[in-house]
């Protein structure tokens, strides 16, 4: 006997085959006739399944919020379920007439003498079903239960329908009778017709009689020797010619050869939009959606006295005025049944390709057509009801791979069958379509409510009345009020369209018209009612009015409206509206006239013999005589203005009397208008009218929606990742952006805090949000109230952006918007949802089947000329080098590429390399790629996921100018051990559904393995071997080296002309999607890697708060912490390295946002963690220290002889340089001597850690960081020893970015030294040299750090215009980054120039001031006692100069809190010489009284300062001169010599009498002789450097 195994679909099914799986084989095999509706009988036995408990479980679904993911789930179960009942009937050789709902009817065809052996196969078969899937337990609680019903005899069969769509419908007494026996039947049960029980071999079946039902329920089978059913099966099947032949496939019509006849015959039977999609080649798991759709379902129930033939001449009368009527309002007949009751007819607006905007109004208006032709034509009609529900649906495939069917599953089909029971007779519809349909409320009845079976709560009913003319005028009142509380945004130019229109109607006293157009969403009601204010302010009388789209029907009707509120007849009551009207025309128009008026206005004055005469034209022309004589009569008293909202709605005739009013009365007209409505012939000519100003509305500028989404929410910032959300999202609409902001509030997913409250350190990284967010984030300016508390906003740490849902009315709009596409187009736009906002089309190639890359490029500039997409960067020169360099590694596991096209594979790695920026194409219209993603089921958006990843996976590591590589340094390597690389794993366990999906058993996506080797591109043996031999010992060598490399200009030599950095274009094109598919598909390991990476690349890249966020998610995957270490367990599987990275990563960022505690206690778990312990006593930092200058220095190991081991090795020690790096930067912000101690062990360790992993440019970046400590701590020697030290080894750094990058540090930290040395001009050479490494090396913060130095050398030298220069440049590079630490360092640098730039200004004092107030309780600029010194120095020294003592002790006190904590460093002593300038003036300025809460201080105490200052900034001399000066004015002040300053203004003193002459470092005996045990290098060449600064700067 035959077996149900299921079979997969084959991967590219000719069209008839398609085509048959969608249809019985009564329609496959069916004979042509003379007749397509000829009505054709034919003996057969029928099989009902009804599944019980399915309206139930929706019912469940739709009581909850989260309706897609119900869908989904639903979809799943009902899909997953009847495939399995639909591949068992096949198997017996039934043949599925339909599926229907929750109902499957199958049938077998043979002739009557066989008829009792198949009712036994049948009888066989329902038994089995009943055993195998008679009950299906869902998680929800919900079980779903078949009752199954059979019947046998005389089916008839018909087909309706004309030429282009025809539909089969199985009809007779049999039919009628397996639908009794089905309703009959209990859970679990079967039950046979009463003929069927005739029929068949009563002695084999064991049953219960239901006498009073006449019908029979089945229990079992007797199996009566020697019967033996599998001999009955075989014999059964002579009787079924179209059973299957082969055991590889269930249905011989899917092995049909090509016949175009019978092709064209079938194409019939299956809707137009579904056939498009199978002519383009989509496969059936692509065409399942989503969506909302608007369902109606129209009974007829005859009278039973009616013929057979005639009653199949009504179905095809009524089936042919239904799909006519249907299709007209953009809505589909999808099916033709019977039931006990009658015939019904189903139909779908808003399916695939078929969305409009109004689908709710059409299917009213449609079904009121239907039922008004139903009641007056067809003669044997009983009742006629039509239901209409709305709502979201699954639209797709259910079934097997060879029987499937096309249909809508959700809650409101339910809904809509048992509406038709509850209300007969009418046109009922649900309150959603209500709601949705926008029409006038007088057309509808609310009905009484009714209890539903299985449906809890079916809502609010209407009846639908059809649209009726009522008394009743237009919406007088605007649809939008003016926002009190905000102006109106970005609206300047449309606001002055309408004062030149004032002004032209004042002056020429003509007529103007002002005609908004834009989209919806643009704003055009808010800006309507902003005139409308303005308008009124003005003493101008307003008459507004909103139209609808059913208004344009009504002749005459906006017109008719607007007099009525210009009478203001329009809110008064029925009884007093003629009297009313009355007193208006009392005056105006004689009264024999005012009849005119009585069909226009609803009322009732006499009719006299004038008007009697008039015919109606005579009487249409007087009207509109009359409307303009009262009209100019009033224009004359005051001006009027007619505000029309939606005039695309407006009538001809309204349009037709505005243009001869707008020519002949100097009234003003202002209209909205949206731009995809075709206007009439009398709009075309008013908008051509010289008196009409047309005005385009633009979308807001991304400053402008940032600043409403703040008003939104009610904050005054909001973070960097919220920002990205509505840019993507709004594309400048501010309807989307007020939706989304409200879709947030409601969704609860934001958190709110106080701006006010000051900013302290956290302890724990859980609670970092508000302060990573306050240290990047748009803000706006707060309100004028200063007692109104201010809040910003957050997004909480579980919730992901990117997967939150649409709205349903923004979803409807990106929908209406998607269908507007061809298939292939809509296609397209599907497939690049999934991969996000910015796609490369390669990878867009490997996810559209059988696609040729130039079928690709069609389609893609197709989409490119309508906007939807667009390129990215297309003005761009193409890269010299590819953006991304995959690893070079042989895949051993190749399963996954065989089943690959060529086209499609992630890239035969050695043989192709990937994304140019011309190939990158991001979307261009909003919604359209989150609606889109969104319509895909979840199990195909899963398959889609899990391909995307596969691509990308290989494609995940740095860029071809950096040889490739893991932003973690050897990550892969340091993971080998926990994680599995033979590739033999699985990703996802894909088990069918049971719905066509493919089944096909995808790969694990693994992550990189060690073998995974990377291809470096270093220069060749002899190459290093010629360097090697220029290799570089003194500070001078290296510098002549530096310049000759920057001096080549062949492009094979130079470094800095070839392969630029594209690490950027990686982290968002491949690092950032990844992460998201692996969240997606639920593969959290991979998710977890690939978070990391993702995080090292954004701190690579100086992108501290996207760090942020990529750890954040990384942390939300791990699940939250333990209180207790012993209990601490992750939801995802990770190995020691890998937590260590996170670790590390934590702390760098936490570095960077100020949260010092916090930053150390994750850098110390690292080390932990990677086995190197950081001690927390000072006795331990002894035995500690011990240990690293004896015992590690004589106990480094040889690297083992494998080379995974040693590149695991060296992983770890990266990761011990870092987090030692990390904590002496840490330890020297605190100037304690135990910090001190901390910080010296700290450098120590890293010096080994650096040393062992035996890699040049660690070592070189090392020691530059260690002469960095040193100079900090001021200790001379160890400074000069270490900056000696990287220059030695800085031999071969030239053969990697990473070793250029160390070149980079070294030459910054040269121009430091020699900044601090006082050799100011060659400082400023290397300082030029360093900055063009750094940005070819696309280093921003090594670049912010080399122009700070730069500015502190050309401000010490006097060149202000290369200061200003240097600054701009900084500006640039920190603005857009939101860099705390970096615009605190910019505005310093801009205070210095204030005070001492003679005249130069960058930026005005009072942005400076701002932004030191703003974040002057920042955790960040807490933390940088350095640089804060000098900016509330600076600040002191600002408001001393206007004589505002008080804010100068303010800052002076904030100063002398500061000075404790500095160290040697240039911001340091450069803050403490302003602090210096500082104590001078109060010095001087202290017999003045002018100092309220200062204690006065004598010279003896302030010499205190210098004599700390000398002994602490010792290794920054370049301040010594001054100092000495400021030192030397102190001592005369203290001999009371001559410095009477009482008249003279601060700046006018010795404070400045070192700029008077000369260079600001003199040069004497004695200041040289301290020099000279600094200086390596004997001639500066100053008057040489002199010119090459210009040309830098050049």
């Not at 690709?856 to 193409?878: G, P, T, Y």
Request: charged letters at 20%.
């Amino acid at each position: 006997m035959a077996s149900g195994k299921r079979v997969a679909a084959p991967p590219l099914w000719p069209v008839e085959a398609r085509l048959a799986a969608l249809l019985p084989d009564l329609l496959v095999f069916r004979k042509p006739r003379g007749s397509e509706h000829e009505l054709a009988t034919a003996q057969g036995v029928l099989l009902g399944v009804h599944v019980t408990g399915f309206t139930a479980l929706m019912d469940r679904f739709s009581l909850s919020c989260k309706s897609e993911h119900d869908m989904d789930t639903l979809a799943h179960i009902f899909s997953y379920y009847i495939s399995d009942i639909v591949e068992h009937v096949l198997c017996f050789g039934g043949d599925i007439l339909n599926i229907t709902g929750n109902v499957l009817l199958a049938l077998w065809t043979v002739e009557q003498d066989q008829l009792s052996d198949i009712i036994t196969l049948v009888a066989k078969c329902s038994l089995e079903i009943q055993e195998k899937f008679g009950i299906y337990h869902t998680r929800e609680g919900q079980d779903l239960q078949l009752k199954i019903g059979l019947s046998a005899g005389r089916i008839s069969q018909v087909i309706v329908g004309n030429e282009q769509r025809q539909y089969l419908l199985v009809i007779g007494r049999d039919v009628d009778g397996v639908q009794l026996a089905q309703r009959l039947a209990q859970a679990n049960e079967i039950v046979l017709s009463w003929n069927c029980w005739k029929l068949c071999e009563q002695y084999m079946f064991e049953v219960e009689i239901m006498k009073e039902d006449e019908a029979v329920k089945l229990r079992d089978m007797r199996i009566i020797d020697p019967f033996d059913f599998d001999e009955h099966f075989y014999k059964c099947l002579d009787y079924l010619p179209h059973y299957r032949t082969s055991a590889d496939i269930l249905r011989t019509a899917l092995e049909l050869d090509p016949d175009s006849a019978l092709e064209q015959t079938l194409r019939k039977h299956i809707m137009k939009n579904l056939l498009k999609k199978i002519d383009e080649g989509q496969p059936m798991e692509y065409i399942s959606e989503f969506r909302t759709v608007t369902m109606v379902l129209v009974r007829l129930e005859f009278h039973k006295t009616a013929w057979m033939l005639h009653l199949c001449h009504l179905i095809q009368e009524a089936a042919l005025y239904i799909s006519t009527v249907i299709e007209k309002g953009g809505g589909q007949l999808s099916r033709i049944f019977m039931s006990e009751t009658g015939c019904m007819f189903l139909c779908v607006f808003g399916l695939p390709g078929d969305k409009k905007p109004d689908e709710c109004a059409h299917a009213l208006e449609s079904s009121f057509s239907i039922f008004s032709f139903c009641w007056e034509n067809l003669a044997e009609t009983k009742l006629v009801s039509i239901s209409i529900t709305s709502g979201p649906a699954f639209c797709g495939m259910v079934g097997a791979v060879a029987r499937h069917e096309y249909t809508v599953i959700g809650p409101k089909v339910s809904l809509v069958a048992r509406m038709i029971t509850a209300y007969p007779g009418l046109v009922s519809c649900d309150e959603v379509t209500y709601l949705r349909s926008m029409l006038p409320a007088y057309n509808f009845k609310k009905l009484p409510d009714k209890m539903m079976k299985n449906i809890s709560n079916p809502g609010k009913m209407y009846e639908y009345l059809g649209h009726r003319r009522c008394i009743m005028f237009g919406k007088r009142h605007l649809a939008r009020e003016r926002n009190k509380k905000h102006s109106l945004l970005d609206r300047e130019k449309e606001l002055e369209a309408f004062r030149m229109a004032q002004q032209g109607s004042l002056h020429q006293k003509k007529g103007q018209a002002v005609l908004y157009e834009g989209g919806k969403g643009y704003g055009k009601s808010q800006l309507l009612a902003e005139i409308n204010f303005l308008a009124q302010k003005e003493g101008h009388r307003v008459l507004p009015l909103k139209l609808k789209e059913a208004d344009s029907k009504q002749c005459f009707y906006a017109i008719q409206t607007l007099m009525a509120i210009f009478f203001e007849i329009d809110m008064c009551p029925a009884y007093y509206r003629q009297e009313r009207l009355h007193k208006q025309l009392h005056g105006m128009v004689e009264e024999s006239l005012h009849c005119l008026f009585n069909d226009l206005f609803f009322v009732k004055f006499p009719l006299s013999f004038k008007v009697s005469h008039m015919d109606d034209l005579t009487r249409q022309k007087k009207v509109k005589a009359c409307f303009f004589q009262v009209l100019q009569k009033a224009m004359r008293e005051t001006p009027l203005i007619f505000l029309i909202d939606e005039a695309q709605y407006m009538d001809a005739a309204s349009w037709e009397f505005l243009g001869t009013l707008l020519s002949s009365v100097p009234i003003i007209m202002v209209m909205t208008l949206s731009p995809t409505f075709t206007l009439c012939g009398w709009a075309q000519h008013f908008l051509q009218s010289p008196q009409a100003i047309f005005v385009p509305i633009a979308k807001l500028a991304a400053t402008s929606l940032l600043r409403m989404a703040c008003w939104e929410l009610g904050v005054v910032s909001i973070p960097q990742e919220l920002q990205i959300y509505l840019l993507r999202r709004c594309f400048g609409n501010p309807l989307y952006c007020e939706v989304l902001c409200q879709d947030l509030l409601s969704k609860n997913i934001l958190l709110f805090h106080d701006l006010q409250k000051e900013e302290e350190e956290n302890s724990k990284w859980e609670t970092l949000s508000a302060n990573a967010m306050r240290s990047t984030m748009y803000s706006i300016s707060p309100a004028s109230s200063e007692d109104q508390e201010l809040y910003v906003c957050t997004v909480k740490d579980d919730v992901n952006l990117d997967t939150v849902l649409l709205p349903p009315l923004l979803k409807e709009i990106a929908v209406n918007q998607l269908d507007q596409l061809s298939p292939e187009e809509q296609l397209l736009v599907k497939c690049a949802a999934v991969i996000g906002h910015s796609f490369h089309i390669d990878l867009l190639q490997h996810l559209l089947p059988g696609w040729g890359k130039n079928k690709l490029l069609q389609v893609l500039r197709a989409l490119v000329d309508i906007h939807v997409l667009r390129w990215c960067n297309k003005s761009q020169e193409l890269p010299a080098e590819p953006i991304l360099m995959a690893s070079s590694i042989e895949i051993i596991e190749q399963t996954k590429e065989e089943r690959k096209s060529d086209a499609g594979s992630p890239l035969r790695l050695q043989e192709k390399l990937t994304l140019p920026q011309t190939e990158v194409l991001e979307f261009g219209v909003p919604l359209l790629q989150e609606a889109a993603w969104e319509l895909w089921p979840k199990a195909q958006q899963t398959a889609l996921h899990l391909e995307c990843a596969w691509f990308l996976r290989d494609l995940a590591c740095r860029c071809g100018s950096c040889h490739g590589g893991d932003f973690v340094p050897f990550h892969r390597f340091a993971i080998c051990s926990t994680k599995s690389s033979s590739g033999t794993s699985r990703f996802c366990s894909y088990k069918d559904t049971g719905s066509i999906l493919t089944q096909v058993i995808t790969d694990k996506l693994q992550l990189p393995s060690p073998q995974d080797s990377f291809q470096f591109q270093t220069k060749s043996p002899r190459s290093q071997e010629a360097f090697t031999r220029e290799h570089c010992r003194t500070e001078e060598e290296f510098l002549d080296q530096v310049n000759r490399k920057l001096a080549q200009t062949s492009p094979e030599k130079d470094m800095l002309t070839t392969k630029p950095c594209h690490c950027k274009e990686v982290l968002k094109l491949v690092l950032s999607p990844l992460t998201q598919h692996c969240l997606v598909i639920g593969e959290t390991t991979c998710a977890f890697y690939y978070l990391l990476e993702a995080a090292a690349a954004s701190l690579d890249l100086s992108d501290n708060y996207m760090a942020f966020l990529y750890l954040r998610k990384a942390s939300s995957l791990l699940g939250q912490p333990s209180a207790f270490s012993f209990f601490k367990k992750h939801k995802v599987k990770i190995c020691p390295f890998e937590e260590a990275t996170f670790c590390c990563l934590r702390s760098e960022v936490c570095f960077n946002m100020g949260q010092i505690t916090l930053a150390k206690k994750l850098a110390r778990q690292a080390l932990h963690l990677l086995k190197r312990n950081f001690p927390w006593t000072w006795l331990g930092v002894i035995f500690q220290t011990f240990l690293e200058k004896c015992w590690r220095s004589c106990s480094l190991s040889q690297p083992p002889d494998n080379p995974s081991e040693n590149k695991k090795k060296l992983a770890i020690l990266q990761q011990q340089v870092q987090c030692l790096s990390l904590l002496w930067q840490l330890y020297n912000l605190e100037a304690t001597a135990s910090s001190r101690r901390f910080a010296c062990l700290a450098t120590l360790m890293q010096e080994n850690s650096a040393k062992e992993s035996a890699s040049d440019a660690q070592v070189v970046s090392t020691y530059v960081a260690l002469s960095q400590f040193s100079q900090n701590m001021g200790d001379k020697e160890k400074w000069l020893h270490c900056e000696q030290m990287a220059i030695q080894k800085n031999s071969l750094c030239w053969f990697s970015r990473e070793g250029l990058l160390a070149t980079a540090q070294l030459m910054q930290a040269l121009a430091y030294t020699k900044l601090c040395l006082g050799h100011l001009d060659f400082s400023i050479r290397l300082g030029f040299q360093a900055r063009e490494i750094c940005r070819h090396l696309k280093k921003p913060a090594l670049e912010n750090l080399v122009l700070s130095v730069l500015f502190k050398s050309a401000f010490l030298k006097k060149k202000f215009d290369l200061c200003v220069h240097v600054l701009e440049s900084q500006w640039a590079l920190i603005s857009q980054s939101h860099d705390v630490l970096g615009l605190a360092c910019f505005y310093s640098a801009c205070l210095d120039l204030l005070l001492y730039g003679k005249g130069w200004l960058c930026r005005p004092f009072g942005e400076c001031l701002h932004f030191i107030q703003h974040y002057e309780h920042s955790c960040i600029l807490n933390s940088q006692s350095n640089v804060m010194l000098g900016v509330h120095s600076s600040l002191a020294m600002w408001f001393a100069q206007d004589s505002q003592w008080k804010l100068f002790e303010h800052h002076f006190s904030k100063a002398c809190q500061l000075v404790k904590r500095t160290n040697a460093s240039l911001f340091g002593s450069h803050g403490f010489v302003r602090f210096l300038e500082c104590h001078v003036l109060m010095l001087q300025k202290m017999p003045e009284g002018v100092f309220a809460h200062t204690p006065s201080e004598n010279p003896g105490q302030t010499l205190k300062y210098f004599r700390e200052f000398f002994s602490r900034c010792v290794t920054c001399p370049v301040y010594h001169q001054w100092v000495s000066e400021l030192k030397a004015s102190v001592m005369r002040y203290g001999k009371r010599e001559s410095m009477s300053l009482t008249n003279i203004r601060p700046f006018d003193t010795c404070l400045t009498r070192i700029w008077i002459e000369g260079e600001f470092l003199e040069e004497n005996n004695s200041f040289e002789g301290n020099l000279q045990r600094f200086v390596r290098v004997a001639d500066v060449k100053e008057n040489k450097d002199e010119e090459e600064i210009q040309e830098c700067i050049c």
